[in-house]
């Protein structure tokens, strides 16, 4: 199943241009909508997709993607639609990859065995489960990867050379380097500081270094990806969701349009990144 994400990587890298990393909130603010904009993200120019799990009680993001877990959990959304949603999305396009992002929680509660069958079956490439650190590997890491199901890391501007080895050790897929200490949906950080980073970690491993935290505009995403193998994507589409919603929270007929009006415009972003790098 990795071979999907390989093989986008591989892809991009022959095109010399960096990926975009999309994430969005699983069933924010409905079913419905959230698969509209699933299926929307390639067409606007999404590498990959990053799928969010909705959880109670997420201790890492900021307030916008906190909201569209409330909004999803509001709408009935569990991890079982979660699964779903990929499942749905598969009909129509087999070969963008899917990271599940989110909490060990959800995850431990549905069962560790049967989360991982139903994942494979919903054409889930990767697993990205913030608080869950190296020492935990048994928990999931390791019992994914022998399911063929990349674990995907995050290193931050704090790993240093100490502990990246650790962090690197069962990763899989791509390392995703979060370019500022806090929480999601900050200010942009400078970007020779990134490249920097970058550079540090691929000293360590072969996998593409896909850098997230910050990104909004599409001069946001050039500036990125002029040093790194894909720039990720989150709170900015979280935000166009939110502000497409009427005033209690439902969909609206302009919401899938919105994200993918963002989304084309970040793609244009990292497609003209390596043009300018290379003259």
């Given at each position: 199943m990795t071979a999907r994400m390989d093989k986008r990587f591989a892809d991009l890298k022959a095109e010399g241009r960096p990926a975009l990393v999309t994430y969005f909130m699983g069933g924010d603010p409905d079913y419905e909508t959230s698969l509209g904009i699933m299926k929307a993200l390639p067409e606007a120019g999404s590498d990959v997709i990053e799928l969010g799990m909705p959880f109670s009680d997420p201790m890492a993001d900021g307030p916008a993607i906190q909201m569209a877990g409330q909004r999803a959990l509001k709408g009935?959304?569990?991890?079982?639609?979660?699964?779903?949603?990929?499942?749905?999305?598969?009909?129509?396009?087999?070969?963008?990859?899917?990271?599940?992002?989110?909490?060990?929680?959800?995850?431990?509660?549905?069962?560790?065995?049967?989360?991982?069958?139903?994942?494979?079956?919903?054409?889930?490439?990767?697993?990205?489960?913030?608080?869950?650190?190296p020492e935990m590997d048994d928990e999931l890491c390791i019992p994914a990867i022998k399911k063929g199901i990349n674990f995907i890391r995050l290193a931050t501007p704090t790993t240093d050379e100490k502990r990246l080895p650790t962090v690197l050790r069962n990763t899989s897929g791509f390392v995703y380097y979060v370019s500022m200490t806090g929480i999601t949906g900050s200010a942009l950080p400078d970007p020779s500081l990134v490249s920097g980073a970058v550079k540090r970690i691929k000293q360590h491993t072969n996998l593409p270094v896909c850098v997230g935290f910050g990104v909004k505009t599409a001069d946001h995403a050039k500036v990125i990806g002029n040093s790194a193998d894909g720039v990720v994507v989150g709170t900015a589409i979280v935000n166009q969701v939110a502000t497409s919603l009427t005033k209690d929270g439902k969909a609206t007929a302009d919401t899938v349009q919105a994200v993918a009006t963002l989304v084309r415009g970040l793609s244009t972003g990292t497609r003209s990144a390596r043009l300018v790098a290379a003259e």
């Open positions: 009935g959304q569990t991890l079982k639609k979660t699964l779903q949603l990929a499942s749905d999305f598969r009909k129509t396009d087999d070969a963008t990859p899917i990271v599940m992002m989110g909490y060990y929680n959800p995850i431990y509660v549905y069962g560790v065995e049967k989360f991982l069958d139903d994942a494979l079956a919903a054409g889930i490439d990767g697993l990205i489960v913030v608080d869950l650190p």
